[in-house]
């Protein structure tokens, strides 16, 4: 049963660790709204924190919009973030597992990748930084879905 | 408080001002406003006692808006006029509040103080000429819409700090350290664990490490819903900790989702002990400390 995508589409201030709790929860939501299983909620849910947690931290803060898809009879779930920060000199190192320019683990991009299905950065430096990623709900055959 | 400078009810004193007018107006009606107002849904809910207190707390209120009337910025909710009633309205409203009214409602109710006070003023003075009567009218109307505002800024302040205060609880309340067994202790983690938040974890579990002397602490996550990366990390500081104070830690309640999901991010959680679930934490800890559990068989208790 998939819903409406009514109160999918927002608008979410990155501006605190209170604002990172209030995308979790709005992406929550939107995905199981969306007829998203639990599995790929807590995917989209996961990734959304690294990649607000990211907007926040190096960003220093944005914004998410959250945007319901329609593909035939999936629903899909696109989310952006956007911040106009320092940007990131060097994308290609940035998605590396292990790397950091904080004092994080260096997993939040490129596992933020691995955990939705389709993803796209763009990065000026000086500029800011925008990230794309999609999930779609049901889709068949479903990929990268072990039992 | 009674300002003796300001005439009267003198029609033939045209340099008053319709805010001195309703400065001296309400300090001359101070009795009748204040009981008219004990009757009000406003007071005579709160003071439920006695109909003196209602009255009491009306004439301070009264007190205070002659004041702001003398200073002459009856638009301000910043006069200072409102400072010494500010504290008896937060806790008027706050009654208000918990009997289950909106905001909306109480500010519904400040609105009802208005119009008996406007209809004593009409009253008091039947020979002004109708331009001033109107002006003086119009000051008293934006004087009471100003209390309005200050009772709903207090309000709104009243909220802030139950705000800051439950989540001040939250940090502790969150967090309870369980004895299991004698040497084991238990972390149940529930909702979001921030920074904030596993800094607490991290110091009360290492304090009842050591007076609990526990040799094994469980960190149960079933209750967290999101485990990200910083989320990991926190959790593998605590274990690095727990075990530097020479416990072993166990991370228990593993749903299958956040497995899956830790896989795809990356995260190696090879060097922490995690679990299924507390109950297999428990049987772990058990088993490490040489107490493992066996069951009781119809011709005694018995080693299996």
Known sequence: ?147 | MRSEAVPEHDAAAPQASPTDEVGAFLNRRREQIAQRWADEPLFRAVFTVSRDEAVEAGRSVVDALAQVAASGRVEDSDSAGFTVVREQLARMTAARSRSGMSTAQVSGEVDALRAPVVNLLVADLPDVPAERLRESTEALTVLMGTLRLVVMETALTEVQSLIDRQQMQLLEVATPIIRLWDGIVAVPLIGTLDSARSQVVMETLLEAVVDQQARYAILDITGVPTVDSLVAQHLMKTVAAVRLMGAECVVSGIRPAIAQTIVHLGLDLGTVITRAGLADALAYALHGLGADIVHATPGGAGHR
């Open chain 1, 1 to 147: 049963m998939s819903g409406t995508a009514a109160g999918v589409e927002a608008r979410l201030p990155i501006r605190s660790d209170l604002d990172l709790v209030w995308v979790r929860q709005h992406v929550r939501q939107a995905a199981a709204t969306l007829g998203f299983g639990l599995v790929e909620q807590t995917k989209l849910v996961t990734a959304a924190s690294e990649l607000a947690r990211n907007t926040l931290v190096y960003g220093g803060g944005g914004e998410l919009r959250a945007v319901p898809l329609t593909d035939g009879r999936a629903q899909g779930l696109r989310l952006v973030f956007s911040d106009s920060g320092p940007g990131i000199p060097d994308v290609e190192q940035a998605l590396r597992d292990g790397y950091t320019s904080g004092g994080g683990l260096g997993m939040g991009l490129g596992g933020a990748r691995r955990l939705v299905h389709e993803f796209a950065i763009d990065s000026t430096p000086g500029a800011g930084t925008t990230v794309t990623v999609t999930s779609w709900a049901a889709r068949t055959p479903r990929p990268r879905e072990e039992p």
